[in-house]
Nanobody, 122 residues
């Protein structure tokens, strides 16, 4: 069982930055992938980035590559999503999720946070 709590969303102007945090409560995260997803109004939930906890290997969707950075703090059991050069199309509810193994599909993830709103004004 993994419990996830996101924080760090808010309102920012286009071109600005935000950092999201996801604190995980679990006995161990070894073998888990921690992912960030987002869902805009009227759209399906989509993959943003993921990190393999044990290897620190990272994965990004093409539309955020070079602008977003996913990282983890092993001691705090926390995953971060640093978002730079934000665009209006990045506006969405951002969710943290976890699963054993690796996947970019939101349907494959077992545990989800409550989500945090990110709004980018143009």
């Amino acid at each position: 069982q993994v419990q996830l709590v996101e924080s760090g969303g808010g309102l920012v102007q286009a071109g600005g930055s935000l950092r999201l945090s996801c604190a995980a409560s679990a006995r161990t995260l070894d073998g888990y992938t921690m992912g960030w997803f987002r869902q805009a109004p009227g759209k399906e939930r989509e993959f943003v980035a993921a990190i393999r906890w044990s290897t620190d290997t990272t994965y990004y969707a093409d539309y955020v590559k070079g602008r977003f950075t996913i990282s983890r703090d092993n001691g705090k059991n926390t995953v971060y999503l640093q978002m730079n050069s934000l665009k209006s199309e990045d506006t969405a509810v951002y969710y943290c999720a976890s699963k054993l193994g690796l996947s970019r599909s939101p349907t494959a993830y077992d545990y989800w946070g409550q989500g945090t709103q990110v709004t980018v004004s143009s």
